[in-house]
């Protein structure tokens, strides 16, 4: 069993910026497909009015930078009508170096705590069940909750920080236009990086395209 580190911390600054980007490239290259766009979501991510600094931390070990998460607003248009703000989390992301050491659950267990504490009820994330349900997140479905496409993804979970605040906003949930990727603009963004080899068949990757698929039509 790998010993583990004693890492700290702390709210990303301005000059953390190349460092997390590397980092977020690192943790996710060939993971999901080859190459990786997370890298370049988080670079457009930091200029749009949606991201919040205050959620912005990094993990710290030896004064490198092992780990990062960031969140951004996103809102869930209800069947009643109303738009109600809550949190997406992500990218998180942890050097593969250190992963398997609990830096990331303790990321979000510990922003989760500050976004409580600053009036939101709610993360969502689309991510690996296997990993998110084992720091706190359910099905998006439980709480009749979709896709901004009308649609119940396994994906697609949430993280309650109040416990009866979804049981009455059902409805399609959104994220900020910026995840949409522009894949010009990322390879036009990854050449300011080292050249990194794009590899297919990596055994996560048809485990993703899998799950992509994982869906179900809603119906009223």
């Not at 004693?6 to 190459?35: C, H, I, K, M």
């Not at 990218?91 to 990321?107: A, D, E, M």
């Not at 705590?113 to 690996?128: L, R, V």
Request: glycine residues 6%.
């Amino acid at each position: 069993m790998t010993e583990k580190i004693d890492f700290t911390l702390r709210n990303e600054t301005v000059a953390d910026y190349s460092a997390t980007e590397n980092l977020t490239r690192e943790a996710f290259w060939n993971q999901f497909a080859p190459g990786c766009a997370e890298h370049y979501l988080l670079h457009k991510i930091r200029d749009i009015d949606a991201f919040i600094p205050e959620l912005d931390f990094v993990a710290e070990y030896n004064g490198q930078i092992i780990g990062n998460v960031i969140y951004t607003k996103s809102i869930i248009k209800t069947d009643s009508g109303k738009d109600i703000s809550v949190l997406c989390l992500g990218p998180i992301s942890v050097l593969p170096k250190y992963q398997g050491q609990g830096i990331g659950t303790k990321l979000i267990k510990h922003t989760q705590q500050i976004a409580y504490q600053m009036g939101y009820q709610a993360i969502f994330i689309f991510g690996d069940p296997a990993f998110y349900q084992r720091v706190g997140f359910v099905p998006a479905e439980k709480y009749q909750i979709r896709t901004s496409d009308n649609i119940f993804a396994a994906a697609h979970q949430v993280l309650p920080l109040d416990d009866g605040f979804l049981l009455d906003n059902a409805g399609r949930y959104f994220e900020d236009p910026q995840f949409s990727i522009d894949e010009k603009a990322v390879e036009k963004f990854d050449q300011k990086f080292p050249p990194k080899e794009k590899i297919v068949g990596i055994k996560s990757q048809p485990i993703f395209k899998k799950l992509v698929k994982m869906t179900k039509e809603y119906h009223s």
